[in-house]
């Protein structure tokens, strides 16, 4: 019984991993996203160029953070979204018994981060004149800053739980 419910702990960390794996790869598209965004602004900043290059920029600038709040409305796993704010309680049973040391609660992952929480763009942001695209740019620096944190986190856990399976590789 001990070495099937093993086997099946290993499975359900690796499906973890695969969850965490989801968030993160949506996370990195929508970084990139707020680096194209954080370009768009140091570019429109320029005071070269007249209202209507600024509109155009603009215009990127607006589709990429519908993109990103597409991307943070549709990230899911097994029908539990991911990046909207809405996740729910997530625990990884990865041990054999019912004990708190058997469960890893990743959860926190995702509710310490929501894409379209303050840090992120919105769209009545705007890039249209030199000073508005001076603004934009600390705030984009700011929402990949959180972007980061949150990546690196999701890293650290994929890291713990890969431990988890070696853990019980050997056992």
Do not use: H
Not at 60 to 70: L, Y
């Amino acid at each position: 019984a001990q070495v099937s419910a093993s086997d099946v702990a290993k499975s359900n960390a690796q499906t973890g991993i695969n969850m965490v794996q989801t968030a993160e790869s949506d996370l990195g598209v929508i970084q990139d996203n707020l680096q194209r965004m954080r370009d768009l602004a140091v570019q429109a900043a320029n005071g070269v160029y007249s209202s209507s290059e600024r509109t155009m920029l603009n215009s990127e600038f607006q589709n990429r953070a519908k993109e990103i709040d597409r991307i943070a409305k549709s990230s899911s796993f097994s029908s539990i979204k991911l990046l909207d704010g809405t996740t729910g309680s997530v625990d990884l049973q990865i041990g054999t018994n019912k004990s708190a040391t058997d469960q890893i609660d990743i959860s926190t992952l995702f509710k310490n981060f929501q894409a379209t929480n303050n840090s992120m763009p919105a769209t009545t942001n705007s890039i249209s004149t030199a000073s508005g695209a001076f603004s934009q740019i600390a705030l984009m620096d700011a929402a990949i800053s959180s972007v980061s944190v949150t990546r690196s986190s999701m890293g650290a856990t994929i890291n713990r739980i890969q431990g988890t399976i070696s853990r019980l590789d050997t056992r």
